[in-house]
């Protein structure tokens, strides 16, 4: 097939295949556009009957014109005799596909892609066709993050002429069955919503609810055993979340959602009222815009209408030529009043009759233009913008009678995408200049985000393609330059490690991370050589120690700056142990001694010598005892010497006491007292031989 042609289209590239046939990529000529080409296999072309079914849920489908729905162009047969479709060729990846490729999908993610979903089978509700075959792999979704639902009807009619035996058509949507569906039971558009939950249940909990080795055996738990709730599985879950789920895949289709719209309205308050990336339709300037002319031309055409005499025939062909001519919603409800009146006064006229389908067709075509117009202004991005052309073409294509709209749907569509460039260029030149201009990192970074992040590709691709490396080189000059005002300034290990910090968790070259990383290792040093050489004993040394363990080990030269500092108080510490120990030995009061001590310990709180010095007072006061019991034993020796003899001795005593105890006023006393005692003595013999005979 690839290089053929079938009618209008040259077949590029298959792109898929499975029971009913294959899928391709194709280029039809006349409007040199992409479509996606099914063709039917031949067993299935030559089913008269499923021929039949597939004609008539062809042009059903063909009605339905919604952002996330594939749309239908055509369907052919080619010349031996095999039917094939021609639809809408999507830029993207199917759901299956990220699920197999083990995309995780966050539960904002999930809802949003069900929910865009949602509105496009509500779109088919309204037609009341039921897709049937709701699974992953019919869930496409575009490089834009637009959700297209696809291949409706096709399930339908394989159904009515394959049996479930037939499992290699149904293993592939029988996880996604319905109760109600794999009983044979008749269906409604509620057997949807259960495989769209079903579906919904997968993304949050990256399984299907119910699996088994056989078609027969899902399908019996699809119809009688109860799913493991999501938040046991993912308990990430929220509790309205898995609610909204276990509702949509309830057993009984009473028991679930009644309507897509509810079921969608369930998931937008999930969202708190925010709706998914497909627009709403909603009365916008783009449709007051186009209607303007329009007014005058039917205000116009009202008032000639109501004021002449016209014939019947007159007055038939003036309405026909107002509704060719209208592209506002209020005319169009005058033109069906005017209709209405011409009916009832001429029930006859046979035109008037047949006006009725164009009075319908009339108001479809508004409801589309309206929808199509306000798409066009909700979209933020050109391609998606360009994108949109292809609406506008098929408008043209299934309302040619309503040339005026095609041309205000097609002009204002112009107007946008003009707007669209121009801004898009001022945007990128505002870009270029802010980053030329950007004085610091954060001013790039905001860029950076803007365009990295930003919804439409165009700003992405055009970050990477013009921005990207100017934009990387100038964040990279200037946090280079922030991370050296911040070293330059810091005044602590804080302060230095936020700045390597800053550096370690951004991306910018190796070179600059070498020069910052040295820069980093200077002003450690130097800080920490600073509080080093400020240091005021051994405590803040021991400190310094304590808090840098870490900058220690790196850095060597600081071990050996603290070894040399902390020899240096050790001495001096030394030296007052020293004149603390003199000092103690000049005093005879224990008091006094025990002050110094103490003073010494004040002083020198981390010095390894308070407790030699402590035992130097203890030894000092022990002496002290020592001597003042000696003292006390030789004052008792001198009260009770009663002559020269036992002075002399004592004598001899108190001077062997001076020589061991220097400088002691205890030998001071001593000495008075035996002088005393020496002087009382000579006194008495004095006296005793002046009364001698």
């Not at 993610?109 to 009341?128: N, P, R, S, T, V």
């Not at 019996?220 to 308990?235: G, L, M, S």
Request: proline fraction near 2%; include cysteine.
């Amino acid at each position: 097939m690839i290089g053929k042609r079938i009618g209008d289209f040259e077949i590029i590239e298959e792109i898929g295949k499975g029971g009913m046939g294959r899928v391709y990529r194709a280029i039809q000529k006349s409007l040199n556009r992409e479509v996606a080409i099914k063709v039917l296999s031949a067993g299935l072309s030559s089913n008269e009957e499923f021929v039949e079914r597939f004609d008539l849920e062809a042009k059903s489908v063909a009605k339905l014109i919604q952002t996330n729905i594939i749309q239908m162009y055509s369907k052919g047969v080619t010349e031996d005799g095999v039917h094939y479709f021609a639809m809408e060729y999507v830029h993207g990846e199917d759901l299956s596909s990220k699920i197999k490729h083990g995309e995780k999908f966050s539960e904002k993610g999930a809802i949003d892609i069900i929910m865009q979903a949602c509105l496009g089978l509500e779109e088919a509700q309204k037609f009341g066709i039921i897709h049937r075959d709701i699974k992953p792999s019919n869930i496409l979704i575009t490089n834009e993050g637009i959700v297209k639902v696809a291949d409706f009807g096709l399930a339908k009619s394989l159904e009515a002429t394959m049996k479930l035996t037939r499992t290699d058509v149904f293993m592939g949507t029988v996880n996604y069955t319905s109760p109600e569906q794999g009983m044979g039971k008749p269906l409604d558009h509620r057997t949807d919503i259960y495989s769209l939950g079903i579906v919904f249940y997968q993304m949050l909990t990256n399984k299907v609810p119910f699996d088994a080795e056989t078609a027969a055996a899902i399908i019996y738990k699809h119809v009688h055993e109860k799913p493991e709730r999501p938040r046991k599985i993912n308990p990430n879950i929220s509790p309205q979340a898995e609610a909204a789920v276990l509702k949509a895949i309830a057993k009984k289709p009473e028991d679930r959602y009644q309507n897509m719209k509810e079921f969608r309205v369930a998931l937008e308050a999930l969202l708190g009222g925010k709706s998914p990336k497909t627009p709403k339709k909603k009365i916008g300037v783009s449709y007051i815009i186009i209607a303007v002319p329009a007014i005058l031309l039917i205000g116009g055409a009202v008032f000639y209408f109501s004021t002449t005499s016209s014939t019947e025939s007159q007055q038939v062909e003036i309405l026909k030529g107002l509704i060719t001519d209208v592209t506002d919603v209020d005319k169009s409800e005058k033109i069906k009043k005017m209709y209405q009146k011409l009916q009832e006064k001429h029930p006859d006229n046979i035109s008037l009759n047949l006006m009725k389908e164009k009075i319908d067709r009339m108001s479809e075509m508004l409801a589309i233009s309206h929808g199509i117009s306000e798409n066009i202004k909700s979209l933020k991005c050109s391609g998606d913008l360009r994108n949109k052309k292809e609406d506008i073409l098929v408008f043209a294509r299934k309302y040619p009678e309503f040339e005026k709209n095609y041309v205000a749907l097609n002009d204002f569509w112009g107007r946008k995408i003009e707007e669209m460039e121009k801004g898009k260029e001022r945007d990128f030149e505002n870009a270029k200049n802010s980053i030329i201009q950007a004085k610091t990192s954060e001013e790039i970074i905001a860029v950076r985000d803007v365009f990295v992040n930003h919804v439409c590709s165009d700003y992405r691709e055009f970050w990477s393609r013009e921005l990207e490396k100017t934009g990387q080189k100038k964040l990279e000059e200037l946090i280079y330059r922030e991370i050296l005002v911040m070293l330059s300034t810091a005044k602590s290990l804080e302060d230095v490690e936020k700045a390597g910090n800053k550096y370690k968790k951004l991306q910018i070259g190796e070179e600059y991370v070498k020069n910052l990383t040295a820069a980093v290792e200077e002003k450690i040093t130097d800080i920490m050589r600073k509080r080093i050489d400020n240091a005021k004993g051994l405590c803040d040394l021991n400190d310094i120690v304590s808090e840098s363990a870490g900058y220690m080990q790196k850095y060597p030269a600081l071990v050996k700056q603290i070894d040399t500092q902390r020899m240096e108080f050790e001495r001096e510490n030394q030296s007052d142990l020293k004149t603390a120990m003199a000092d103690i030995d000049e005093k005879w009061n224990m008091e006094e001694i025990h002050d110094l001590a103490s003073r010494f310990k004040e002083n020198h709180p981390c010095s390894n010598y308070i407790g030699e010095l402590e035992k130097y007072a203890t030894a000092r006061n022990e002496k002290i005892n020592k001597i003042k019991a000696e003292y006390d034993s030789m004052l008792n020796g001198l009260r009770e010497a009663q002559d020269s003899k036992a002075l002399d001795s004592m004598k001899d005593r108190i001077d062997k006491f001076a020589q061991e105890n220097k400088d002691s006023t205890y030998t001071a006393k001593l000495r008075d007292s035996w002088k005393e005692k020496q002087n009382r003595n000579d006194e008495e013999v004095r006296l005793s031989m002046q009364r001698a005979p």
